[in-house]
């Protein structure tokens, strides 16, 4: 039986764990394989090179989105709305199904909550990829994989499910389809969601105004609608037992509408109420996206391995906002008034073209390829200022922003072993060229920012065995943050008339270098520690303005560093009880903090994670999961301890053609996110709350015909093509 046959034998639950001994490379015999049906795989998976979420399998990650099931994950934090971290280091990468989501910051965040898990079959968070991976992103890769069924003749699922929660219900549903013959594979998703979501922030601030102390208290209110569409389809030919080509197409579609409603208390010296500033934000948006996918993968019994992907993607988003900020004195006399409204347009195009080649050479795998990217963004802001019943341009504001990047990369790789040692040695090479453009209404303004850069990143990991239970690993690999579009946007954005946002079309971007030294036993018990520092770190700081105002933009402070240990273990407590337990523990430390300063900050902090599943008797199953993260730093404020707990339960019915699962999040209601901030002249403190308990009803049944088998000994793909139907 050759490696790959057992491979895809471990990708179909055919393969029992403990007997799933194999040598990384050659054809091999394999003594002790006990071939078993049906074997289910844990919700979380450690490895020495990834964290693997299998979302299919979990209970309570039903009818979640993905940054919910991210929030769970080991290492993971969500900073405010959209920043995600793992390990404390911000600037992951997307791919899914193998593509690469060109999207940052807010933009990513808002795609990975409108993409739903019914569809979703496992998200590995990849910490230290190899070389053939694009550089970018220092916190590592977040690799999405959707469902696809291999068997032979048509099967399907279609799946409903609700939640429940304070405010309103929310409701998706998903249906899956595929059809496989020996000459052919067509296959194809789509998803329907609809939720409505409230979101509360209490904001206390204070600082000098015209060399006197004011102190604003606000409190905030969200209440938000959005519904979309996700969707994909694509066909495999099967042109020879080693040659394959595919097409796919993939994307979404979404709606909503949000009603943004603040009251802000404004205090003077003594504690006096000044005023208060009421706003009222209506906003409008909706997004679309789609990629198409062009892609010829060949393999040959000698180990030869050849592809190429062709990767067009156009990503739209659209938004108009009405602002009305109303000023009222002590006794509620209007004052003051300013209203505005302003259009958004963002439009993104990425092409791609890559080819990748692998062979055998002497005791390993050459593997090598090139990459060419391009990706356009144009941003468009029109701002209106209303006076009476007349909107009049505001040139001040209103600008568009052109950005535009290529890089152009290519790598090498060598896999080979050494009696109990294996070695991965890669290099690439990344050249990028950039160019901005900010032109303003205001006497015709125009701006520009050209960039060009030369870097090689390389990566090894070496791996000793010690015998078959115990092995040691070492990754050192270095890596690439570029600025997200929308942080080079050097637009204002008004949150109201005491808060802003915008942009920086100078910001550098970031290199990080990574160590890490790990210990698997037996692959259920696992130790690491790891090193990583950051040059140019890319920190979004809040400042300070005259009247009172603050704004916010992205800066380049000087370096980050960062000291972490993990530990994990999976066993079996009873046979019918499966545990996973997880602890994470890191030191941070940031230095060249605000302007002109090298003032630094530090942080300890730690978290865990537990999920326990259960197999109970009469085909019923549950889950219990929880996590706590101990106080961490969001630069340059500190974010309060938060901790959650997840329960779920699991029927199948109609010969297990039909499942029934019940769950809840959030299970006493006490996640939230609250922090302080004490540094550069500037007090605050906030709490936000959101809708993190909800109560799941999913239906899913299994269409087509449940006897067909997969076909037998046939290798129709390389290892890209594998991945894609796991």
């Known amino acids: 039986m050759s490696t790959a046959q057992v491979h895809d034998l471990q990708l179909k639950g055919q393969v029992s764990e403990q007997n799933n001994d194999s040598v990384p490379f050659g054809d091999v015999l394999l003594k002790g394989v006990e071939v078993i049906a049906n074997v289910k795989r844990p919700p979380i998976q450690m490895k020495a090179d990834k964290i693997v979420v299998n979302v299919a399998g979990s209970i309570n990650s039903t009818g979640l989105s993905v940054i919910e099931i991210l929030r769970k994950a080991p290492g993971v934090r969500i900073v405010g709305e959209d920043n995600i971290m793992l390990n404390g280091k911000s600037g992951l990468l997307l791919y899914l199904d193998g593509n690469l989501i060109n999207l940052k910051g807010k933009d990513l965040a808002d795609f990975l909550s409108s993409m739903p898990s019914s569809n979703i079959e496992s998200i590995e968070i990849i910490l230290n990829p190899s070389s053939k991976y694009d550089a970018s992103g220092n916190a590592g890769i977040i690799s999405i994989k959707t469902m696809k069924n291999t068997n032979l003749g048509f099967n399907g699922n279609i799946s409903l499910n609700s939640a429940f929660s304070n405010y309103m219900p929310k409701y998706s549903g998903a249906l899956n389809l595929n059809y496989r013959s020996k000459a052919l594979n067509i296959y194809g998703n789509y998803n329907y969601f609809h939720n409505d979501n409230r979101f509360r922030m209490d904001y206390f601030r204070r600082q000098e105004v015209r060399n006197n102390p004011v102190t604003f208290d606000q409190k905030y209110e969200?209440?938000?609608?959005?519904?979309?569409?996700?969707?994909k389809g694509g066909i495999d030919f099967f042109l020879s037992a080693k040659s394959t080509v595919g097409i796919m197409v993939e994307g979404n579609t979404g709606n909503g509408n949000a009603l943004l409603n603040s009251n802000t208390y404004i205090f003077g010296a003594n504690n006096h109420l000044d005023s208060l500033l009421t706003a009222r934000n209506d906003i409008r948006r909706n997004n679309n996206?789609?990629?198409?996918?062009?892609?010829?993968?060949?393999?040959d019994t000698l180990g030869r391995e050849f592809n190429v992907t062709g990767n067009y993607g156009k990503f739209n988003k659209y938004s108009d906002s009405y602002q009305q900020n109303i000023y009222l004195d002590p006794q509620g006399n209007e004052t003051s008034k300013a209203i505005y409204y302003n259009q958004t347009a963002t439009n993104i195009d990425i092409a791609s073209a890559m080819s990748n080649y692998k062979q055998r050479l002497w005791d390993g795998f050459l593997e090598t390829g090139i990459k060419y990217s391009c990706v356009k963004s144009e941003n468009d802001l029109q701002y209106f200022n209303q006076t009476t019943d007349t909107f009049i341009p505001d040139t001040s504001r209103t600008n568009q922003f052109l950005y535009k990047e290529d890089i152009a990369a290519a790598y090498l790789n060598y896999n080979f072993t050494l009696q109990s040692w294996s070695f991965q040695l890669g290099l690439r090479s990344e050249y990028t060229s950039s160019k901005g453009e900010l032109e303003s209404l205001v006497n015709a303004l125009k701006q520009s920012n050209d960039t060009t850069y030369f870097n090689l990143f390389p990566n090894v990991m070496i791996t000793y065995a010690i015998n078959k239970q115990h092995s040691l690993c070492l990754i050192y690999n270095r890596r690439i943050d570029r600025p997200a579009y929308q942080d080079l946007n050097p637009f204002e954005f008004v949150m109201d008339e005491l808060s802003y946002v915008k942009g920086n079309p100078f910001l550098r971007p970031q290199f990080e270098d990574n160590f890490k030294l790990s210990y698997i036993y037996r692959q259920r018990y696992s130790?690491?520690?790891?090193?990583?520092?950051?040059?140019?770190?890319?920190?979004?700081?809040?400042?300070?303005?005259?009247?009172?105002?603050?704004?916010?933009?992205?800066?380049?402070?000087?370096?980050?560093?960062?000291?972490?240990a993990d530990l994990s273990a999976r066993f079996n407590v009873t046979d019918r009880w499966e545990a996973y337990c997880g602890l994470n523990g890191f030191y941070q430390e940031i230095k060249g903090i605000g302007?002109?300063?090298?003032?630094?900050l530090s942080q300890k902090t730690w978290s865990c994670h537990a999920n326990n599943t259960f197999n109970l008797p009469y085909k019923w199953s549950a889950e219990l999961s929880g996590y706590y993260n101990a106080a961490f730093l969001d630069v340059p404020a500190i974010v309060s301890p938060q901790w959650s707990i997840d329960a779920g339960i699991q029927k199948k019915l109609l010969k297990d053609a039909m499942v029934v699962k019940l769950s809840i999040s959030d299970l006493f209601n006490s996640l939230e996110y609250r922090l302080k901030r004490d540094f550069g002249g500037l007090y605050y403190r906030s709490c936000s709350k959101w809708e993190s308990q909800q109560v799941r009803l999913t239906l899913s049944y299994k269409l087509g015909n449940k006897k067909l088998k997969d076909p037998d000994n046939r290798d129709n793909g390389l290892k890209d093509f594998k991945n894609r139907i796991k």
């Open 595 to 600: 302007k002109n300063t090298s003032a630094s």
């Open 222 to 231: 969200n209440k938000s609608t959005t519904e979309g569409h996700d969707y």
């Open 289 to 299: 996206r789609n990629t198409y996918t062009l892609n010829y993968n060949y393999s």
């Open 527 to 564: 130790t690491s520690v790891s090193y990583a520092n950051t040059h140019d770190f890319i920190l979004n700081y809040r400042d300070t303005l005259s009247g009172g105002k603050t704004f916010a933009t992205p800066i380049n402070v000087t370096s980050m560093r960062t000291f972490s």
